[in-house]
Every structure is written in C-alpha cells, then in structure tokens.
C-alpha cells in the first residue's frame, strides 16, 4: 500500500472518530435541535409551495400532499393580481424606512454624540415607548389618521409607522454612535465643522452597518404588516401586499392555490434585499449594535 493511500485511510479514521466523539461528548442533543429547527422553517415553504400548485378541489383533497396535474398558471394569475400590491408595499416600505432612518439617525446623534441637561433622562423616556402594546395606540392613532383627512392614502400608513419605527432604529443607532471615538468629533470641531457635518460626514458614513440592520428590521415589519393597511385603507388598489391579498379572499371560499403563489412572490422583493444587504446586516449584528 502506498503512503498516500495509508495516509488518506488515517485521515478518514480521524475523521469518523471526531464524528463518534461529538455524540459520546454528549453534543448530538444540539445536532438533533438544529435538525429540528431547520425543517421546521423549511418546512412551511415547501407546504406553500405545494400548495400553490392546487386547485380548490386537489386542496381539498389533499391539501399538504404533492398531487398531479401540478397548476403552473397559478403564478400567472397571482403575478397579474399582486403586481400592484407589489408596488404599493415598495412605495410605503421604501418611503417610511427613509423617514425612520433620517428622524432616527437624527435623534440619535443628539442622543450619543451632544451633551445637554436632562439627555439620559429623556433619552430612557423615548425608549420607554417601545414597551407600549401597539394595540393600545390602535385607536387613538386610528382616531387621529382619520381627523387628519388621510384616511385611503399611502400618508394613513407611512407617517404612523415612521412614529412608531423610529425608536427602535434610534435605540440602536444611539448606541452606535456611543461607541465611537468622541477625539474624532472634538477634532472636526476644532477644524471648525459644524455638528450637522459632524453627524453627515463622522457619524452617518461610519454608521452604514447599523443603518441596514435598521432598514432591514423596518421593513420587515411594515412588508408584513396586515392589522393596520385593513383598517385605514378601504381601497383595494391602494393596499400593500399582505392586507392586500387577504382582501382578495371572498366570502364563500379562499383560492389558496393562488394565495401561496401570491405569498411566494411577493417575498421575492424581501430575498432579493436581503442578498443584497446580508453584508451590512451581519456586521451590524456582530459589532455590537443591539446592546444596551
């Protein structure tokens, strides 16, 4: 036997017995709880995806099976139906987490970078506005949407949830900028910058990692958002994706073949941001953004 051949069969042997030591270690309990967290979010795709293949009649036949014929055209009409829902989310989502973004980055310049009476104070008291249950501004922010006159207009969405989204991204971004050198500020200051081009050419560049985690989070959140769209918009043609395609269920019966092809397509948009994000995503969450 040659030597590459005796030391590829070491290798294998090496190999194999680190496998064995992880289960006699005792750590095939953690192998076993990622394998079951991972089919369980794998798993509700696939049933979308099966779903989505079926007419009323195969759904109710056999509603998680794989049956044939498989309905292709479902994407076709759910891709004519939810195009415009499509867009209606992109121009909500794109304009409120630009909003939440500037108001946030803002706030939490002033927050981690100035020095002003009371600052820790007020700043615990904004953030005192994320324990606050959303269904208890409910009506209220319904009440005051509608004495505004924005009832059935992208504003009845974009300016409630610039509110309501700014504190979270502020929380974040404050604690960004808190970690940065305070002798590059007190520099820019002495070379006779201003604090608007302390917070725009310091703190905003430096902060692009913490700005995706930002926008990331928000618009997930205003993507999928479905309460607050069926309360203030009663144009069909206005709603966003989710509300959107919940409206088009009827009274009688749901076409769930064309609901799990429109779902899958309108998270399309969300892959496709994420891929191209994931960068400053990760090194927002490793770098120590959300800590307090």
Known sequence: MSAAGTETRIQYRRSRGEQVGVFLRGDWWRIVLLGLFLVGGIAPLVMAFLISLKTIPQFARQPFALTFPLHWENYGFAFEIVLEFIRNSIIISGVTVLGVLLLAS???????????????????????????????????????????????????????????????????????????????????????????????????????SMLGVAAILNILGTWNNLIWPYLTIQRQTLLPLTPGLWAYQTEYFTRYGLTMAGLLIGSIPLVILFVFTSRWFVAGLTSGAIKV
């Open 106 to 208: 803002l706030s939490a310049y002033a927050f981690g970078i100035l020095e002003f009476p009371a600052r820790q104070p007020l700043f615990y008291l904004v953030l005192s506005l994320m324990m606050v249950p959303s269904a208890m501004t409910l009506i209220p922010s319904f009440v005051l949407v509608k004495d505004l006159g924005l009832m059935n207009t992208y504003w009845a969405m974009i300016l409630p949830w610039i509110a309501s989204g700014q504190v979270f991204a502020m929380f974040i971004l404050r604690t960004f900028f808190e970690s940065l050198p305070k002798e590059l500020f007190d520099a820019a200051r002495i070379d006779g910058a201003s604090e608007w081009q302390g917070y725009w050419r310091i703190a905003l560049p430096l902060s692009k």
